[in-house]
């Protein structure tokens, strides 16, 4: 599996993104990672970052885009056209440095992309913009993959891009094949979608680019260690990954406020690794035969399998 975390938790205690990549080679079982772009570049020479990837063992998937200040009433889609070019120069430069780190793919989360009163926004025109703006990504670079990660409120009331059928029809207006989707558990939750059925709407489309997983009550982005609230949801998602052979990046995107950061990613590994061999151990005929009789209590054999002595 190729697994990443959030390179954010360990700024806690470390005041370098250099120590925290030395950090992340000590932890047996991460391969990749995600930095967020323009906040993590701050400071720091391309090349030093490229050498301690590099003696870390440490590939890049890509950069996160990170909209800050001047985009706090719209990105691509505001309706300010100097900030929205601003916004799409800021996807650009991730480009490019994504392809010069050796990654594959950008994370856009529009977040700012919404509104929080009624009469606020022309939705019509905020959503043309943005699809156009895609496109211009998209077509920036095609061997790059453009992924969307969607997260239903906060910090606007309304996001645009709120849930997985906004998202594929998103996907499906931008209509350029090097752009997908990347599903976060705990957006998912926010926005009492079952996880494992979005993940099943994007991967029969070929369009699931991202997974990130880690758990929470559903109400805010809570973050929590996977699997630690969402046992059985977590394991039909996880089902699914495997059901579906995504070859992508797994990322933790868990905030241990409180937590150490290192033994915090280390026992979301041991939890993942636990998870699939559980899904091994019963076996994916046995699930694919369970959920082929659409009943409730039969569904009842995957957790009694799993949690058989
Ligand atoms: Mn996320």
Redesign the pocket.
């Known amino acids: 599996m190729k697994l990443a975390t ?1 390179i954010n938790s360990f700024f806690r205690t470390s005041a370098s993104l250099i120590d925290i990549l030395d950090q992340l080679g000590q932890i047996a079982g991460l391969t990749h990672v995600d930095l967020n772009y323009p906040e993590h570049f701050t400071g720091y020479d391309l090349e030093d970052i490229k050498e301690a990837l590099q003696r870390n063992n440490l590939k890049v998937n890509g950069l ?1 885009v990170r909209f800050r200040d001047p985009f706090i009433n719209g990105e691509l889609g505001n309706a300010d056209p100097k900030v929205a070019q601003e916004a799409k120069e800021l996807c650009f430069q991730a480009v490019d440095i994504t392809k010069e780190l050796g990654g594959s793919q950008i ?1 856009i ?1 529009p977040g700012y992309d919404g509104f929080d009163y009624p009469f606020q926004l022309d939705y019509a025109k905020a959503w043309k913009q943005i699809v156009s703006a895609l496109q211009e990504i998209a077509d920036y670079d095609p061997a790059i993959n453009i992924s969307i ?1 969607y ?1 239903p409120y906060d910090p606007r009331t309304f996001a645009l891009i709120g849930d997985i059928g906004t998202t594929l029809l998103l996907v499906s207006d931008v209509n350029r094949p090097n752009v997908g989707v ?1 599903l ?4 998912m939750k926010m926005k009492h979608e079952n996880p494992a059925y979005s993940l099943v709407l994007a991967a029969e489309r070929n369009l699931l680019l ?1 997974v ?1 997983l ?1 758990d929470g009550y559903g109400v805010t ?1 809570d973050g929590l260690m996977i699997g630690t609230v969402g046992l059985t949801q977590t394991l039909e998602f996880l089902y699914y990954v495997k059901k579906y052979r995504y070859d992508g990046v797994i ?1 933790f ?1 868990t905030f241990p406020t409180r937590e150490e950061a290192a033994a915090e990613c280390e026992t979301n590994i041991k939890l993942l690794n636990r998870f699939m061999s559980l899904i091994e151990r019963v076996g994916m005929d046995t699930i694919e035969a369970v959920v082929s009789q659409n009943d409730a209590i039969a569904a009842q054999e995957v957790l009694l399998k799993c949690l058989a002595e």
């Open positions: 959030r996160a994370t989360w990660e997260k990347t976060d558990y705990c957006h991202g990130h880690n982005d990322y995107d």
